[in-house]
């Protein structure tokens, strides 16, 4: 099939690289030249493990293409919308402003023979409104949410666990669902399940399933509150409830929080939506969430300064991470940038180092001190802490090593991704969220 796809971000490039692998005719559209440019020298402008590898794939077999060009689109009958839909600078509430120039710049080149694709996580009731203009050209709108976890984006979009189709009612409805069905003919193919739903519903999976991580990463947080008030261990406390099957143990991870472009402003914009529909009520709960989450980051910066005696003036802290998360160099809302940024505003030599995140850190903090290599950032540290929990940290760092090169014996695992026994073993002060 012909595609394209409008907005060459994390979403789009990885969507259409991922089309494009699957046998589909795709253009992707962007108004960032520089990123055009590089996705067509078969580049990505930001780190996804396998996206370089099939966007050069992609681009030999002149399958793929990427261009500035809205008037490109004009070859595609399936237009999937994969613009972001940040915050707004002036509440919670999601701004729609690129969703809307999207549809605004497809509408020339629509027909009836098109069908249009919101990918975008967006308020519930976007679509019923966006749905009347593209009505207008004869074109069908319908909404086919991402569910992308960073670091395996491209998995996810080949293999997904589930296709969601929010559909208009009638012949519309049917015959768009045979579209989406052919476009994902692998996925079908391979035994994927497909939800069909109406528009609404399918913007609610989105956020809901967004709500829902979001709430059981910061209930295990405040269990880790509870647990640090009492002297429990809450990694213990996880592994107990986390064997109930009503429960499961992904996401009982106790640490400084979620971070990313998804989970923190998706939770908001959710509790905004809710508030104008007159429902805010029903998810007041968020608010608390969010809240607990940027206090466990808090929480982090406070373990440090207490372990240094009460003060970090003028010590070396070696910040272990800046992505919110492994496998990425997204830094959005990162929590391991917002504990190092915290550090050094309490006069904290601050040296920062992760594997793929620092040139985007360096941009948005250059007063952070920054070195890629681990072992140097360690190097007279007065204290480490661990903030992403990467496999150069968790896993291949050891104990005695990292005491053969810092100074101080102070660790806080802001992750609870560390052997406590094994670095206490050497002669380490180590703290935890919410462990003893």
Not at 14 to 40: F, N, P, T, W
Not at 222 to 233: C, K, L, S, Y
Not at 414 to 435: I, K, Q, S, T
Request: charged share 20%.
């Amino acid at each position: 099939m012909k595609l394209s796809v409008i907005g060459c971000g994390y979403l789009g490039a990885v969507h259409a690289a991922s089309m494009a692998k699957l046998g589909h005719e795709v253009v992707g559209i962007d108004v960032d030249a520089q990123k055009v440019a590089l996705l067509s020298a078969g580049q990505a402008p930001f780190f996804e493990p396998e996206l370089p590898e099939i966007l050069a794939e992609a681009g030999q077999t002149g399958r793929l293409t990427f261009t500035t060009d809205m008037s490109r689109v004009a070859d595609a009958t399936v237009h999937f919308i994969a613009v972001g839909t940040p915050q707004r600078h002036d509440g919670n509430a999601a701004d729609l402003t690129y969703v809307e120039a999207a549809v605004d710049g497809l509408l020339p080149y629509l027909n009836a023979d098109h069908l249009v694709v919101g990918k975008s996580t967006v308020p519930v009731g976007t679509a019923a409104s966006l749905a009347a203009r593209v009505a207008e050209t004869g074109a069908t709108l319908v909404w086919n949410p991402e569910f992308l976890r960073e670091g395996f984006a491209v998995k996810d979009t080949i293999t997904p666990d589930r296709l969601v189709y929010g559909v208009p009612a009638g012949d519309a409805g049917a015959h768009a669902t045979e579209i989406l069905d052919e476009v994902y003919a692998a996925a079908i193919g391979a035994g994927i399940p497909r939800i069909v739903t109406d528009l609404s519903t399918a913007e609610l999976v989105k956020v809901a399933a967004n709500a829902f991580l979001a709430t059981k990463i910061s209930f295990i947080n405040a269990m880790a509150e509870i647990a640090e008030a009492t002297g429990a261990d809450v990694t213990q406390l996880a592994d107990a409830i986390g064997h109930d099957e009503r429960i499961g143990r992904r996401f009982l991870g106790a640490g400084i929080g979620f971070g990313g472009g998804c989970l923190p402003k998706d939770i908001r914009a959710f509790t905004a939506r809710a508030e104008e529909l007159g429902r805010g009520s029903s998810v007041a709960f968020l608010k608390e969430v969010d809240a607990i989450n940027l206090r466990r980051r808090e929480h982090a910066v406070t373990l440090v300064v207490d372990g240094l005696g009460g003060s970090v003036v003028g010590k070396r802290i070696a910040v272990l991470g800046a992505s919110f998360k492994p496998h990425s160099d997204d830094i959005r809302d990162s929590p391991a940038l917002d504990v190092a940024v915290r550090l050094h505003g309490l006069g904290a030599d601050v040296v920062v180092t992760d594997p793929q995140a620092l040139e985007n850190a360096r941009r948005v903090h250059p007063h952070l001190h920054y070195e890629l290599d681990r072992d140097t950032a360690l190097a007279g540290a007065d204290a480490v802490i661990v903030v992403t929990e990467w496999d150069e940290y968790r896993r291949e760092l050891s104990p005695s090593h990292a005491a053969s090169l810092a100074t101080g014996r102070l660790i806080v695992d802001g992750r609870n991704c560390l052997d406590p026994a094994a670095w206490r073993a050497v002669g380490w002060e180590y703290r935890g969220m919410g462990r003893p």
